[in-house]
Structure formats: C-alpha cells, structure tokens
C-alpha cells in the first residue's frame, strides 16, 4: 500500500508492507487524517521526544530512525477487516474514529509514532476493536477527524479548577489554543479573551467562540483582566475583598510552547492566577520562582486526554457544540504532505491541514 | 529604646526612638521573637526582595536603605499601652501574637520590614489592636513566638490539594519543612517522608513526626515511593490502575529554594504528582516543561498564610498538635542578634534561634 514514511528528516510517499490486523485488531481503510505540530517536531527531533519521555519515566518505544515511521494520529477511517477470532463490534465500512493507541501482545504502541504500525498517513492502518467509536450520522470524515486535536483541548479544560467564577485568557491561538477557546464556549465558560500576533489566527479565535481578541505586539494580554472582571493585582484584589466583592479569578491557557512564555505569564498575570500549561515546550525555559511565590499562582502541566474526553469530544462535534471546519484550511493526498509539512511553518496561510489517501 | 538596626548590610545595636502607637494600635514589649530566614536574607538583598515584589505587582514599601530597619516578624509580645482613643481589647499585661501587620491610615506596613516601625529585635514594638491574639495560659514566650513560622507550614499544607488518599514527601527541613511536616502530622495526614542533607535537620524532621527519613546524599527521594503506596512510574500506575486499585497521589513540599531543586523533583517525581513550592528561590531558575507536560505536574506556589491559618496555628501549638520546642535550638539577647545571624549558617548547630530582649 500507498503510505508517506518519514525517514531521516525526510517525508518520502513510497510503497510499504500490509498492515496485519492481530486479534482484537481491525483492518482500516484511512479517510482523513491531521497534521499535528509535535508530527512537525518528531519528524527532525524524534529522538530528543523520546528521550524526555524516558526521563520522564515514561515507556518510550524502541524506534530505529533508518527503519522510518508513518506520522499520522488524528484521523477518521473505515472498517475494512478484523484479525484472527472472526467479527469484531462494528461491520466493515463502518465509520470511526479511535485513540491513536494500539493494544497488542507486548502493550500499548502509539499509533503514528512506531516502526512497526502505520500511523494515518497511510491507506490502510491497523487499530484495536476496543478503541473504536463509531462516526455519528452526517460528520464528515474531515471533522471527525479532528476528533483527537479537540480533545487536547477538552483535557486542557478538564485539568482546570473551574469549579469558581473565572475569566479566562488563552494565549497561543493555533490548534491547541482554538481547541481550548471551543472547550470553553462549548461548556459555557467565558468570557475568554485570545491572543496571537497572527492576524489570521486572531480572525480564527474569534470564530471559535473568544469574546475578546488581542494583538499582543499592541498591548500585553494583561491589560484587559480588568475589563474580564478580574482585579488584576494585590492591591485591587485586596481593595474588593474590603468591599465584599468576589473577584473573578483569572485561568489562563498556555498554549505557545516556547522558552520565555511562562516567565512573561508569571510577570504580567494578575496574583492567584491559574496557569494550565498546554503548549509543549521542547527546550529548557527560565522562570522566577520568587515571583510565582509572591503571586501564589498555580501552574497545571497538561498532556493528552482521557478516553472519556475523547468521546466527549466526539459527541461535542457531532451535536453541532464544537464547529471544526473553520480549523481545516486545506486537504492533500500522500503525494502533498512533505508540501504540507513546510506550508504549517506559516501561520498566516494554514491551521490545521489534513491528509486524505483517497485524494491521490 | 534599645533595637538591633540592620543598615548597610550590618547589625547594629543601638538606641532608636520609642514607637507611638496610633488609634488602633498598641504599644507592646517585645518577649520572644524568631529570626527568619528572610532576615538573613534581607540584610543583604532587600533591594532585590522589593524589587521582586514590586514586578510582581505587589505593594512594596518605599525604603531608605540608609535610614535602617529593625527585623523580626516571629513574635511574642505583652501589651503595654493603647494609641489615643482609650482602652483597646485587651488589658495591660496580656500576652499576645499577631500576625507581622501594622494597619495604619496609610494602609499597611510590614513589620519587621519597615523604616517607620521597628519589628521585634526591639524592646518595643508597635501592633494593631485588631490583629491581637492572646497567648492561652501555659505557653512559653518563645513556643508563642512561633506562631508565625508555623502558620508557614500551616498554609503550604492547606494550599495542597488533599481531598484523596496520599503520600508526601518533605523536601528540605529547615524551619519551612519542619513546619510542613508538623502541620501534615497534626491534621493526621501520612507517610510523611522527610529528605534533608543535613543528620541534624533530618533527627528534627524525625521529632516533628515525620514516618520516613531520607539522606539524599545517599538515596534519591524518589526510591521510597513504593515504600509509601504510590506507584511511581506511568506503567505502575497504569498496571495498578487495570488492577482496579488506586495508587496513592504523590504532593512534594519543595523547601529548599535554590536554583536547580525544582527540575530535580521535575525528573525524579512520580507522574501525576504536585509539587507545592514553599522554599522561596530568588534567583532565576531553569525547568525542562516537556518533562512536567508528559507527567501532568501540578505546581502550587505558595506564599505566607491567612488570617485564619495563624490563628488556627495557635491553637495548634496551644492545645498540643504541635510541638514548636524542638527547633527552638538558642536564644539571644539583642546583643547577641549579630552573632546568630552568622550562627545560622551552618544548618547542623541551628534551626531557630530565638531573640529576647529580656535576656540583656
């Protein structure tokens, strides 16, 4: 089959083995599927990923960078055939989506990052019964698959304590940061205020639901706290508290990812901030601990999602709470994503690409 | 009236002239009071200590570094006389602790850090009636004077998410750490392990209550994990998690506060753990985000206490919770103030030094 391997540094779309469907496995037939910034990332740095997530404690997959891999974790895809032990839950040509995590007899392999499983770059993949949720009725193969992308978001949303009057500000408005913004209206939280110094990712942001847009190259995000409801330092925190007034608390989203974001938050958000990191920062940062601890502010690290916040993102999108498609910006075959690889560099031109086999 | 000044760097033990308490206020002697490890700090960095406020947005008092301050914010003290307006709540000669806080028609100063008022390594001092809080029969001066840095510890253990089944780990045990390991145990809270490089510190962290101790000099913190019932790595919690149990969550009292502890506890922690920093770093520090992303970190900055927290350290302490005797390691005349801020160098000789201008 047809598949895009990515191979010391390069994307080539060449000719690879069948995928074979173990028990309790199923073969798919790949119908749409994402282009993810950490693919960007792996594709030059694969090895740096693991070994933070080995020193991380985590397992990190046994990978030979000359055998390649197929990228791909965020797609849609047809039920072609099942492994050994005969019918699994859904009849072929069934519509699903599934956790890009493959259950087989030596654990868990993460589908799209292994030389052993194609990821969705791929015609055919191969993905465990257990996982799959069917598409519900009318969504399209494209917003089905932004299924996964989303659902960082609902984690990212879930992982905060919003379990009090908050005002919200996200900061970084690419695919993690919409996908915040949508969470937040989807569940009814507000106001969200969005900042990016992409015009086209502000112009995004707000046609995900964000109630206030900011230019942070024309005014810090920090201005607007008090607009939000927010007291934005000691003084007018303390001032309110006098007043019997209950001050909203500021949540904010870091959804960059890059060395000195998390400093600048520290110095410009209001005392008591909430900070859910969600933007993966890959290289070491510098931070005043002296000044968090003035601040008393709170930081929650976040990663992934949990299989009910998968599903929960499906039904979000399938029930018209999360509108996907202003994300999608272009569609390519195998043969457009090395093209497509080098077209995310630019913000202005393109969000979220997806890649669609059938598309040539 | 006799006071130790710090100006320039330098203790000096001079005459300064009598405080006036205002409406509201109260003139008290002062009976015992600690020396903080901010003092030692401040005497040298204090430009340093307002600047960091000040960027935080906090109020930060105007200071003359030449006209001098008197520290001490740990205090014991009896009431002497009341500011015009008549008798205040309680008599002369009643024995109280007050939270370091002068409300003045200016707002509020910072006693101890203050050109206007003098702190406790005075004879006298200056409080606010409102703030008082007498002395229950039978404590000592010096166990009443540390009210304050208990309600440190009181307040780094409230901040902690608690509402589950968890194990701690104390990391650092000068005054902070004893005083998170008392408050821990005196809420019935364990295990409590307790990593310190110092034999002194750590025979402390034992009489203060805590179940494990741990020499990092010879072992990582983060062998004992297992030890206390939380699964350490990702595949131990996942493994316990298809068992059907549920592994105990790991919270980290950082109280250390030095450049390089926070990535250490960043790549040594269970996934899933929170880290409450109570150790204050006033130099810039370096943190790899990757690793606290792929193992969910939760951080929790957290700065003095509330009202109600030092108050409720009173009673603590008061009613046998908590037993404050132990690090009392010395006690100084204000002659003698100069002499132990050097003695608190080394962590095998001191824990707390008190200051009695009573003795001489």
Redesign the interface.
Known sequence: MRAVVARSGQLICEEIAEPQPGPGQVLVKTLSCGICGSDLHALHHFDRMMD??R?????APAFDPKAGMVFGHEFSAEVLDYGPGGPARLKPGTRVVSMPILIGPAGMIAVGYSNDYPGGFAERMVLSDALLLEVPNGLSDRQAAMTEPFAVGAHAVA?AALDEDAAFLVVGCGPVGLAVIASLKARGFGPVAAADYSPARRAMAERMGADLIIDPAKESPHTRWTDMGVA????EQMMARMAGQTPRRAIIFECV?VPGV?QALI?GC??GSQIV??G???Q????????????????????GYAPEEFAGTLSDIAEGRIDVAPVITSAVGLDGVAGAFTALADPEAQVKIVVEPGLG
Chains 1, 2 share one sequence.
Do not use: Y
Request: hydrophobic share 45%; aromatic share 8%; proline share 7%.
């Open positions: 933070s997530t020193r991380s404690g985590g397992v992982k934005a330092t000691g003084a990812g998390l110095e209001p005392p990191v969600a993966v920062c890959m070491a940062d510098q931070i005043e601990p002296a000044m968090a601890i003035t601040k008393q502010l709170d930081f929650r690290f976040v990663f």
